[in-house]
């Protein structure tokens, strides 16, 4: 195996890692993480997912401070004040309102908390510091990047061991730089408390360049498919382009449409793919750069048995060229 291709996906020199929305981090018993998405690092601490799992609304609220419970409870019509003071209790240890995770109450929450005024999403929870993006970093050893020197930057729970998986995982604050809604594209940034990090983490090169139909150097890195603690490198095929128009969401008289060009891609992406990276093979200078970004299934369905109804089993995947935004990114990595 070329070392330029075993570099993209291995542990210590990948580029792919993962984003996830924390609570309460610094407590082992009490931390929670959702809204796990693919990422990878493009350079000088900024980081490339999707935008979709962000402008739609979030789960429920884990964990909330005395003022932001107050802030949602007065939000909320009275009849569902009572419903939402029903499914959160007041934890001692935290001082905080943690939802009780009641699963038979779970749906319901989840049609309510959209009727509030106070908006329940993600950037909006992460603005008011309710929960925070997280870089997660795993490895087998326990030893940041394969150095061991510098663990002691992970203090307060941004470090723990799980063993089930057998990794070591860190985690590193992130921000949100901007979402650009129309690109299903999200820029995330490294939190300045760890900006001395950003030599340490592997990244890779943009690449603006359109690619034919058919062009034999396209790949994907995502997770890999059991497990996504694993990676996986593998073709896959441009098959078409499209001038994509997606409706997504209107809120507060606000649209959010995915538009503008895209790649339709042939090839193997699995649940959760989201934000992965699709690779250009550079042969003669035997190195790969990031071209585009996996976005969306795309509905062209299968026909089983002359019958295509209820049938999900999409072949084709909808990617953003880097090119789309790349006014906006490469002021950031120049």
């Known amino acids: 195996m070329k070392e330029s ?13 993962r984003i996830m929305s ?8 009490l931390k929670r993480f959702e809204n796990n998405i693919c990422t990878f690092h493009v350079g000088n601490g900024y980081f490339l997912s999707v935008s979709h799992n962000l402008i739609f609304y979030n789960n429920i609220p884990r964990s909330l401070s005395d003022a932001d419970f107050n802030r949602i409870i007065t939000a909320a019509p009275i ?21 009780n995770e009641n699963p038979q ?3 319901a929450l989840l049609q309510l908390f959209p009727q509030i005024a106070y908006d329940t999403r993600y950037p909006n929870l992460y603005n008011d510091n309710i929960c925070k993006p997280y870089l997660l970093l795993q490895f087998r050893g326990n030893a940041f990047m394969g150095n061991p020197e510098l663990n002691n930057r992970f203090t307060t729970g941004r470090y723990f061991y799980e063993q089930e998986f057998n990794r070591h995982t860190f985690l590193i604050d992130l921000k949100i730089h901007k979402i650009i809604v129309s690109s299903d594209i999200a820029i995330y940034k490294i939190d300045d408390s760890f900006i001395d990090l950003i030599p340490s983490i592997p990244s890779i090169n943009a690449d603006y360049n359109i690619y034919d139909i058919g062009d034999p150097d396209f790949y994907c890195l995502q997770g890999a498919p059991i497990n996504e603690l694993g990676r996986l490198l593998h073709k896959s095929q441009i098959e078409g382009y499209i001038d994509h128009f997606s409706p997504q969401l209107r809120l507060n008289n606000q649209n959010y449409i995915f538009e503008g060009n895209r790649y339709l891609i042939k090839g193997y992406f699995r649940f959760g793919s989201s934000g992965a990276p699709y690779l250009h093979y550079d042969r003669e200078n035997d190195l790969f750069k990031v071209n585009a970004i996996q976005s969306e299934a795309c509905p062209l369905q299968m026909m089983i048995q002359g019958n295509k109804e209820k049938n999900a089993q999409y072949v084709n995947a909808i990617a953003t060229p880097i090119k789309n935004i790349q006014s906006e990114l490469e002021p950031l990595l120049n």
């Open 22 to 29: 924390g609570y309460d981090i610094a407590n082992a018993g």
């Open 5 to 17: 291709f075993e570099k993209v996906f291995g542990e210590i020199t990948s580029p792919l890692f």
């Open 79 to 99: 009849p569902i004040q009572q419903i939402i003071r029903q499914n959160y209790v007041l934890n001692s240890t935290l001082n905080k309102y943690r939802w």
């Open 105 to 107: 109450t779970t749906q």
